[in-house]
């Protein structure tokens, strides 16, 4: 696992709350994953339609309902 220091002016802490810009930042990093994902995804994507794939269909369903990648994304304020 990797660690990034950040740092954020004292006023912009202040301002937006460290909670606040924790939560933003964790948003950030899972938005970020799920569009590597999905670029990877459509690289990938060839001119067979996967969605007539009875396997296809079940495995994105599963893959939505059950995101077992969430835990790894965290974020703690080195402070």
């Known amino acids: 696992m990797s660690e990034f220091v950040i740092?954020?002016?004292?006023?912009?802490?202040?301002s937006l709350g460290k909670q606040a810009i924790e939560q933003y930042l964790q948003e950030f990093l899972k938005q970020t994953i799920?569009?590597?994902?999905?670029?990877?995804?459509?690289?990938?994507?060839?001119n067979d339609n996967p969605e007539s794939n009875k396997n296809w269909i079940k495995a994105k369903k599963d893959a939505f309902q059950n995101d077992k990648y969430s835990q790894y994304i965290k974020?703690?304020?080195?402070?």
């Not at 740092?7 to 202040?14: M, N, P, Y």
């Not at 974020?75 to 402070?79: C, R």
């Open 34 to 46: 799920l569009k590597i994902a999905a670029n990877d995804i459509l690289q990938d994507y060839s």
């Open 7 to 14: 740092k954020i002016e004292d006023q912009i802490v202040e």
């Open 75 to 79: 974020v703690y304020a080195n402070v």
